[in-house]
């Protein structure tokens, strides 16, 4: 059991450095720069960004993904950064889509290629965007 719980520790602090801004470490990356599409950090840490840091290109537009809501024990936050970093239906490929109007952000784009509607929010999907989460 107390194996266990290390194990997800290590493999928790290992997701969240995927999952979490690349900045403060505490909040999610939530961000679209826009036209770039790197998914980088939370809206706090990126308000002071006029050029995206990974890649150098202008930010025109800043876009707020949409994520599932926190949970706090070991074992869902497990769930739960997985569930952020993989895509919610074939759970292999990382999360890369982004739906829009809507703005949800939990399939990759194979997943995602044959669906018309949103599957968290049943809105109708009218395109969906690739995002880079490096
Ligand atoms: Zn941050
Ligand atoms: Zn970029
Ligand atoms: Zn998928
Ligand atoms: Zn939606």
Redesign the pocket.
Known sequence: MGSINRDLITENARLKDCVC?S??R??YKNVLFVPCCHLL??M??SARFRVCPECNTNIEDRIIAILTPLIETIYSENARLKSELYCNQCKVQKTDALFFPCHHHLLCMSCAKNLNICIACKTKIDSVKQTIMP
Do not use: E, H
């Open positions: 801004c900045r403060c505490v909040s950090m939370c706090r840490c």
